[in-house]
């Protein structure tokens, strides 16, 4: 299983950015997504996430109403458009792909960096 982020890098405070994680050799369909993301020094936090039907999302408090998840079933590819970006965004955002709460089919990418200037 490969699950690879791209689309990261450096944009001015109020821009807009969108990432994207691609898998490969996993039943896409059947996984939930979700993008996390670790500044320094601080924990890895949940930024949004998306369930294997698409009908359900879910947001950070600190990125709701900025950034949006969605998926593409057939291109097996994850996206967080982020809009109206604040240099706290800062930060590298990882792809997760879990089935429910499974400890095995639980699979992260290498993370992409995300730096907003101000």
């Known amino acids: 299983v490969q699950v690879v982020e791209s689309g990261g890098g450096l944009v001015q405070a109020g821009g807009s950015l969108r990432v994207s994680c691609a898998a490969s050799?996993?039943?896409?369909?059947?996984?939930?997504l979700s993008w996390h993301r670790q500044a320094p020094g601080k924990e890895r936090e949940l930024v949004a996430l998306i369930t294997s039907t698409g009908g359900n999302t879910n947001y950070a408090d600190s990125v709701k109403g900025r950034f949006i998840i969605s998926r593409d079933n057939a291109r097996k590819t994850v996206y967080l458009q982020m809009n109206s970006l604040k240099p706290e965004d800062t930060a590298v955002y990882y792809c997760?792909?879990?089935?429910?709460?499974?400890?095995?089919?639980?699979?992260w990418g290498q993370g992409t960096q995300v730096t907003v200037s101000s």
């Open positions: 050799r996993l039943t896409f369909s059947s996984y939930d």
């Open positions: 997760n792909a879990r089935i429910g709460s499974s400890l095995v089919r639980n699979y």
